[in-house]
């Protein structure tokens, strides 16, 4: 696209959200949007005419992305996304996705390709925060279930010292049912915290523990009190 086209077409691309040039099949920049020129913070007297990996504060060549480049007009191919991660001089590390296509003129194979650079470092950034975020919750959350686990433990041992040196039979059994009681809700809740579950229980075997202690509640006898 040279200066000389219709301002329209020159206006539709700058209103495209991404960075975009237009480069000839010698990889040279004949146009630039305004989110090029911001992405990079330059402006068209440093970018246009120059070649696409010699421009001052763009990307750098790399070995694998420059020949992709060059087969684009040569071999008619396209490029989806191509993740890219440089450090560039003004305006720090980012990550972009490249695309890339040949440009066709009425119908036929143009000498010219269209190359979009979307950046990705906010999104990216996002995402990473919010892994390491979940990461540090998951293990605080295991941290406190262990923690009520022990708790729930130390409990029942001390009713059950209690209930041992209980001479009143009465008192004894009500210590036995607390306990057993309490024994229920800790089996309840490791089986729902403390296991670490990823969303799924085994229904059976769990059930029957539990029941399995209402049995115990029900009979006011523990033989392991």
């Known amino acids: 696209?040279?200066?000389?086209?219709?301002?329209?077409?020159?206006?539709?691309?700058?209103?495209?959200?991404?960075?975009?040039?237009?480069?000839?099949?010698?990889?040279?920049?004949?146009?630039a949007n305004f989110e090029f020129y911001k992405l990079f913070n330059l402006n068209e007297q440093s970018v246009l005419g120059r070649h696409f990996f010699d421009v001052k504060g763009s990307l750098a060549s790399e070995k694998d992305i420059r020949p992709l480049l060059e087969a684009v007009i040569k071999h008619d191919i396209t490029i989806n996304?191509?993740?890219?991660?440089?450090?560039?001089?003004?305006i720090g590390r980012r990550m972009l996705n490249l695309?890339?296509?040949?440009i066709s003129h009425d119908g036929l194979p143009g000498k010219s390709m269209v190359i979009v650079l979307q950046d990705v470092t906010q999104?990216?950034?996002?995402?990473?925060?919010?892994?390491?975020?979940?990461?540090?919750?998951?293990?605080s959350i295991v941290e406190v279930n262990h923690r009520v686990k022990n708790n729930l433990a130390s409990i029942r041992s001390m009713l059950r010292i209690e209930a041992r040196n209980t001479a009143d039979g009465a008192s004894r059994e009500i210590m036995e049912r607390i306990g057993l009681r309490l024994e229920s809700m800790s089996r309840l809740y490791e089986m729902?915290?403390?296991?670490?579950?990823?969303?799924?229980?085994?229904?059976?075997?769990?059930?029957?523990?539990?029941?399995?202690?209402?049995?115990e509640i029900s009979s006011a006898q523990s033989p392991g009190w």
């Open 1 to 31: 696209m040279s200066r000389e086209e219709p301002l329209e077409y020159r206006d539709i691309v700058n209103s495209m959200p991404h960075a975009l040039v237009i480069v000839d099949q010698k990889l040279v920049i004949r146009f």
């Open 81 to 90: 996304r191509i993740r890219l991660e440089q450090t560039f001089p003004v």
């Open 99 to 102: 695309a890339a296509n040949r």
């Open 123 to 139: 999104a990216r950034m996002l995402v990473e925060t919010t892994a390491e975020t979940l990461t540090r919750t998951r293990a």
């Open 192 to 215: 729902l915290t403390v296991g670490e579950i990823d969303g799924t229980i085994e229904v059976a075997p769990n059930f029957e523990a539990i029941c399995d202690t209402i049995a």
